[in-house]
């Protein structure tokens, strides 16, 4: 079992900065790639961005790319989410998830986290 705490989430304005945080206990968190996925009210859950075990390979949405960085800190079993530029169709609950591979797909993640809101407003 791999537990997921996401943390860092909150309001902030168009245009501004939010460092999102998933912190990983249970299993060896390096055995895993992991993603950031976010689900805005009335919507499907989609794919944000994942990083590989190493963290030497990552990808990314089309709507976040170039504005969101994913990393990881395998000494301290941390993913972090660095999101700027936000805008407000960025709202929704944004969750870690750790999988096998670092696949887009949610199907492919076996651990979630509970999720941390985000609002941007306008």
């Known amino acids: 079992q791999v537990q997921l705490v996401e943390s860092g989430g909150g309001l902030v304005q168009a245009g501004g900065s939010l460092r999102l945080s998933c912190a990983a206990s249970g299993r060896t968190f390096s055995n895993y790639a992991m993603g950031w996925f976010r689900q805005a009210p009335g919507k499907e859950r989609e794919f944000v961005s994942a990083i590989t075990r190493s963290g030497g390979s990552t990808n990314y949405a089309t709507s976040v790319k170039g504005r969101f960085t994913i990393s990881r800190d395998n000494a301290n079993n941390m993913v972090y989410l660095q999101m700027n530029r936000l805008k407000p169709e960025d709202t929704a609950v944004y969750y870690c998830?750790?999988?096998?591979?670092?696949?887009?797909?949610?199907?492919?993640?076996?651990?979630w986290g509970q999720g941390t809101q985000v609002t941007v407003s306008s």
């Open positions: 998830a750790a999988g096998y591979t670092s696949s887009r797909h949610p199907n492919e993640y076996a651990y």
